[in-house]
């Protein structure tokens, strides 16, 4: 959409009337966030923020990647939620609460996990991405994506006290394509080195500090107004309130734009960042369908839950709820006699639990859902509750 | 001698210390001196051939080393050593 195809009503300008007064915005700053598309990947610490002020704002279409549910845990650093969307799609609670921020917007919602098949045509209709995702291989597939596109992406990272943030693959008024991420980085650290925010924290207040950052950074780029971050990364140290701004370059080995590039589509990030690399050996599966005529047929097992209480008061199966972390401890709860199924949402907690059970008490009879709760949801009880 | 700022994610490796202070003349020297001081920052900082690992970036003042003259980059006793690692923490 052109500006000069939009019109403001009176309520959008007296709305606006605090950015369309700033000499350097004006009215056509405030046209340009309406024709604009933004999609924010991460409705979590980083993106609530963003959403917040981007909304706001009055950027005219934002669209919301997350596949997740709104748990109570998230509600320390998630300031889009609230304690009545607990259980609700991160994507649906988002909408509702930012549509009543601003009913000028229009919101796009895409309630999945963004991966290799579906990054490209998510990102392709946007005119800019901010990332706001928690974990490497989806940072690599961002950035590798909006490269393929050509589009901007703002980055913004956060960890315990620390934050990140810059602005990649930005063309300059001069035409000239500032780093991307694979500049900056232009390898993961291999699993287990370096701790999520799920297991090293991160204080509520930080996500809220870089991913307003992100929001103030997308608004640069789609005005033109002021020197965006492109070519420069800044990092905030809250513990000690510091903060500084590096130099950082375009590389001539980068695999996606640099002078060989090698990496014309997207790639298996899991597979890029070492997630298959630490392969043990394999575990016994079931499938939903065998578990379901294992139910039926009234054949005597013991299903084990390893999610969290919230997921399972969303939906459960009859399982007995065991979270994963406690699973060591409850070792005693789980048989050695009959067979054992253990599940969780999608298949990963279920096997992390197996493993540890395996490792340290020597079970032998235990069997892994595969594909979790979800998959036995679409292949036998459709009218269960999906999150 | 060169100060060195390490990160949050790596303070737990330095005593909880966020600023060192390390005599050297270069920037290989002051990593070496560091993972001497303090062992268990090797495995972060270095890869199995002793080369700074691709995930960590060493940026003398506001300069990448390797738009300098990587781990030969000379220090002196006002340079600043930054270390800074690849975190991806934001949406959990």
């Known amino acids: ?387 | 001698m060169a100060t060195v700022i390490i990160p949050t994610p790596l303070r737990k490796f330095t005593n909880q210390t966020a600023r060192v202070n390390v005599e050297a003349g270069t920037v290989g020297e002051i990593i070496n001196r560091l993972t001497l001081d303090f062992p268990e920052l090797k495995k972060h900082l270095l890869d199995a051939q002793g080369s700074v690992r691709s995930f960590v970036n060493i940026f003398s003042g506001d300069e990448d080393i390797r738009d300098l003259q990587k781990e030969n980059t000379p220090v002196n006793s006002s340079t600043i050593i930054s270390i800074v690692p690849a975190i991806a923490g934001g949406h959990q």
Request: contains cysteine; aromatic residues 8%.
């Open chain 1, 1 to 387: 959409m052109s500006i000069h195809d939009i019109q403001f009503s009176k309520e959008e300008l007296a709305r606006y009337n605090r950015h369309i007064i700033i000499p350097e915005f004006g009215e056509e700053g405030q046209l340009k966030l309406k024709a604009a598309k933004v999609l924010i990947v991460g409705s979590g610490g980083l993106g609530s923020p963003a959403l917040l002020y981007l909304t706001a704002a009055g950027v005219g279409t934002i669209g919301i990647v997350d596949f997740d549910v709104v748990d109570d845990s998230n509600l320390q650093r998630q300031i889009l939620f609230d304690i009545h969307e607990i259980g609700n799609p991160k994507v649906e609670a988002a909408k509702r609460r930012l549509e009543a921020l601003n009913p000028h917007v229009r919101f796009i919602l895409h309630n999945t996990h963004l991966n290799s098949e579906n990054a490209l045509d998510i990102i392709k209709d946007y005119d800019v991405v901010a990332d706001g995702t928690d974990n490497f291989p989806t940072r690599y597939l961002v950035n590798d994506a909006t490269v393929l596109l050509d589009k901007p992406n703002v980055y913004g990272s956060i960890f315990q006290f620390e934050g990140q943030v810059s602005v990649f693959n930005f063309v300059n008024p001069s035409g000239e394509r500032g780093p991307n991420y694979r500049d900056l980085y232009p390898t993961p650290p291999p699993p287990g080195l370096v701790p999520s925010c799920a297991e090293g924290g991160v204080l509520g207040v930080l996500p809220g500090i870089i991913g307003s950052l992100q929001a103030l950074e997308v608004i640069k780029i789609i005005t033109g107004v002021g020197q965006t971050l492109s070519g420069r990364f800044f990092t905030f140290d809250a513990m000690n309130f510091e903060n500084r701004t590096f130099k950082i370059k375009r590389r001539a080995d980068n695999p996606l734009n640099g002078l060989n590039p090698s990496i014309r589509t997207l790639i298996d990030y899991e597979q890029f960042c070492g997630m298959r690399a630490v392969e043990e050996k394999p575990v016994k599966e079931i499938s939903a369908r065998e578990l379901y005529d294992w139910q039926v047929k009234g054949r005597p097992f013991k299903l084990i839950d390893v999610r969290e209480p919230s997921e399972f008061k969303i939906v459960q199966i009859g399982g007995e709820l065991i979270p994963l972390a406690t699973v060591a401890d409850h070792a005693e709860q789980i048989p050695r006699d009959i067979d054992v199924v253990v599940h969780c949402k999608a298949g990963v907690r279920s096997l992390k639990a197996i493993r540890e059970l395996e490792e340290k008490f020597g079970y032998t009879n235990l069997y892994n859902l595969k594909g979790g709760i979800i998959a036995y949801i679409d292949q036998v009880k459709p009218e269960l509750t999906r999150y």
